[in-house]
């Protein structure tokens, strides 16, 4: 179920479960977990994209060692709000998502997340490499944040 604001999401949660926060790219997909009082995002993983079942299979794992109960996903707004091709894509990934899950779900703009993880990372003078590793991720954790204030 795709809602469109992130405050429902909130009153559809089964007591006690977290929400998972995902950047979905074309390489990889940073994900991100919520407390279960959903206050705060934090970085979880970055897995390397295969095929979606794979894909799919991994998020399950963590679904279950993490008491997920529904998704916040990045969407990547032009920065005058409106779609491009991105955006189709991401969207075709939350309606694949539906398949495999039945959980609530919202899109969270996304525009200017990995730009704000980056300086972030730049500032406390982490190396290209290191930035590369985390980014994804913390991203994420960016998205789901952005959506858990919202909730407030």
């Known amino acids: 179920m795709l809602l469109g604001n992130p405050t429902y999401l909130k009153h559809l949660l089964p007591l006690e479960k ?9 390489k990889t997909i940073g994900l991100a977990v919520s407390d279960p009082r959903l206050k705060v995002g934090t ?4 897995i390397k994209r295969r095929k979606f079942k794979e894909d799919m299979s991994q998020i399950s794992t963590i679904i279950d060692d993490h008491a997920i109960g529904g998704f916040v996903i990045g969407l990547p707004l032009n920065m005058d709000g409106s779609e491009g091709p991105r955006c189709q894509s991401i969207r075709q990934f939350q309606k694949n998502l539906e398949g495999y899950f039945d959980f609530p779900m919202c899109f969270w703009d996304e525009r200017l997340s990995t730009i704000a993880v980056t300086r972030t990372l730049l500032e406390a003078d982490a ?11 913390m991203a994420a954790a960016y998205i789901l944040q952005g959506a858990l204030d919202a909730m407030r």
Do not use: E, I, W
């Open 127 to 137: 190396s290209r490499a290191a930035r590369a590793k985390v980014v994804d991720k």
């Open 18 to 26: 977290k929400l998972l926060g995902m950047d979905p790219g074309t």
């Open 43 to 46: 970085p979880l993983v970055t």
